[in-house]
């Protein structure tokens, strides 16, 4: 695995708050109405990212994930403002506004979105693996579901095929306790959801993933195993969220006594801690990071409220081509 540096953990401080702090300024402009529909956050899962673009290459490796999905494409290299704007339903959104929360996507970055259906990401993940290996492109790519979507059917017939056809693929459950307010315990006698690759004679197993080493180096011999040509591994990340399943979630399934709990676990302040202990940074310098990343959030927001709503005419030109369909010379307006 490559090398876990002084440089690495300031990047990791720095790219996690960030992610934290860009989610926040989420909740409270969607409470101030100016993001509409479902609102998913990813409070508290944040060493999972940080863990996985340490090993991934960046240049090939693909990444595909549920509905969780704003800090995953600012990671891989997509302009936070633009993912902010598509929240807010802006033409200069990543795409033009329409897809709003759930659906981020760049091709550009490897990024896949971004899916509302439960379990959807789990065979199109599969599925771009076996483009990979078919025209040899030594690319693995990193399917994210969370513990819910793994009592999807759908999820088994892909583990079936994967391994049957040796796809370059890691299945990673972020299982953070809840699938929407319902328990693991609740859904399955079975607690540890990653021997389910047991059944399919999968590697798989357990990750600590509310600390990015522990994350980077599962992920660093899954990565290397299927890119060497031996096939998929399946890991359950084990997190947790601090906010709801989405905004209109009231909780009521766990204490905040439970929530406080995992607080004391939290990635960013485990990273921060590293930082102080062995004296990577000072505490001006911590400061000046804290305000990069606030000034960097305050220009998502500028950037968002003042792009322009998309032209009503762009819902059409996304889905039909004019010559192929004539009937639309007169477009509503």
Known sequence: ????????????????????????????????????????????????????????????????????????????????????????????????????????????????GGHGIVGGQIPLGAGLAFADKYFKREAVTLTFLGDGAARQGSLHETLNMAVKWNLPVVFCVENNGYAMGTSVARTSKGTDIWK????????CG?????????????????IKRARKGDGPTFLEMKTYRYRGHSMSDAQKYRTKEEVAEYQELDPITKVLSVIKDK?????????????????????????????????????????????????LAHKPQ
């Open 196 to 203: 389910l690759g047991n059944g399919y004679e999968m590697p």
């Open 206 to 222: 357990p990750v600590d993933a509310m600390d990015p080493i522990k994350v980077a180096e599962a992920l660093d011999e899954a």
């Open 279 to 327: 004296k990577y940074a000072s505490e001006d310098q911590i400061k000046e990071i804290n305000q990069r990343v606030k000034d960097k959030v305050s220009e998502c927001e500028k950037f968002a409220e003042e792009s322009d709503f998309p032209e009503k005419n762009v819902m059409y030109d996304v889905v039909y081509e004019q010559e192929d369909y004539p009937f």
């Open 1 to 112: 695995m490559k090398k876990v540096t002084k440089a690495t953990y300031l990047k990791w401080y720095e790219d996690m708050l960030f992610w934290r702090k860009f989610e926040d300024k989420l909740a409270q402009v969607y409470i101030q109405q100016k993001v509409r529909g479902f609102l998913h956050l990813y409070n508290g899962q944040e060493a999972i990212l940080a863990g996985a673009l340490h090993v991934m290459d960046l240049e090939k490796d693909k990444m595909i994930t549920a509905y969780r999905n704003h800090v995953q494409p600012i990671g891989l290299g997509v302009d936070p403002k633009r993912v902010m704007a598509e929240l807010y339903g802006k033409g200069t959104g990543t795409s033009q506004g329409l897809g709003g929360s759930m659906h981020i996507f760049s091709k550009e970055h490897n990024f896949y």
